[in-house]
């Protein structure tokens, strides 16, 4: 089969198209003759080498998420599941014509809903919807969702909405961009530094790096900032000093990762978050659909910035 490898570390000139043995599923797997891969801003951090110290390597296909059609099973899986379109998520390796997973990442996908579509929802949902989760969000409280224009952003501005929110405000980097997340929930827009003299009682931020110490300075008191992503690179070292130095306003500071959410919740939320979408619930965002050989071209929109919710890869 066809997939797209990391050859070397740095820009997107380092993926190369591959010719890769054809995978045969395991025990409780299923195999997807893949039709839509999405592309994520951890993708461009593994090629990029930022995610080296975890393990990953030269040679690696990325991709976490994909959606196709269920060609054939391992052992012990109900062939009730063959010629099923599912949603995949495969963790890494979903760049490629073909992915074995197994059946507890599968979710068939209910009437409504494209294969294109759901790889823009599924892990983004999912990491949203356990950041706001873990921020113990309420309804009435405000939100900011900082970095909102990506696939997490973009969930995450949709399911504070839905659940009550006071107000939403997002930082983006453009007045279009904002109008459009206003569409999708937003109440306030701000450019990416978030303004001055604003507080909020949960931010949910995707973006990390230098300038995470001056979000959480912004928090109300009691109020909780969850890091699901780091597309802006690391904080400073000292950046928790910003919180005991406001000791007495209570403000909390988390990560959250999808990797430490059973199986069994990650399929609760996957279906009803599929679900809604196909009800016209909640919206999903496709910026563009490329061929799996235009990977390079995806990363290189993606490192410009030029993306409004997610490109996807078709075969």
Known sequence: MKAVAIQTFGGPEGLALVELPDPVPA???????????????????????????????????????????????????????????????????????QAAVSLADVVPLPS??????????GSAGLVAHFGLARAHFA??????????AGSIGIMAVQLADRGGADSVAV???SPERGERLRRLGATEVLDRS????????????????PDLPSFLARLNPNGRLVVVGAVGGQPPADFGMTTMAAFQRSTSFATFSAATVSADDRRAVWTDQFAAAGRGEL???????????????????MDAGEVFGRIVLTP
């Open 171 to 173: 930082t983006t980097s």
């Open 27 to 97: 025990a409780g797997q299923v195999l997807v003759d893949v039709e839509a891969i999405g592309v994520a801003g951890v993708d461009t951090m593994i090629r990029g080498g930022a995610l080296a110290a975890y393990g990953f390597r030269e040679g690696h296909v990325p991709g976490g998420e994909v959606a196709g059609t269920v060609t054939a099973i391992g052992d012990g899986v109900d062939p009730e599941w063959l010629g099923r379109s599912v949603w995949a998520f495969t963790g890494a390796g979903g760049y490629a014509e």
């Open 194 to 209: 978030g303004g001055s003299g604003a507080g909020w009682d949960v931010i949910i931020d995707v973006v990390a790096g």
């Open 112 to 121: 409504g809903l494209s294969t294109v579509d759901v790889v823009t929802l």
């Open 283 to 301: 919206a999903t965002v496709v910026h563009e659909v490329l061929s799996l050989e235009q990977a390079v071209l995806a990363h290189r929109k």
């Open 139 to 148: 309804p009435g409280e405000s939100v900011l969702v900082r970095g909102a």
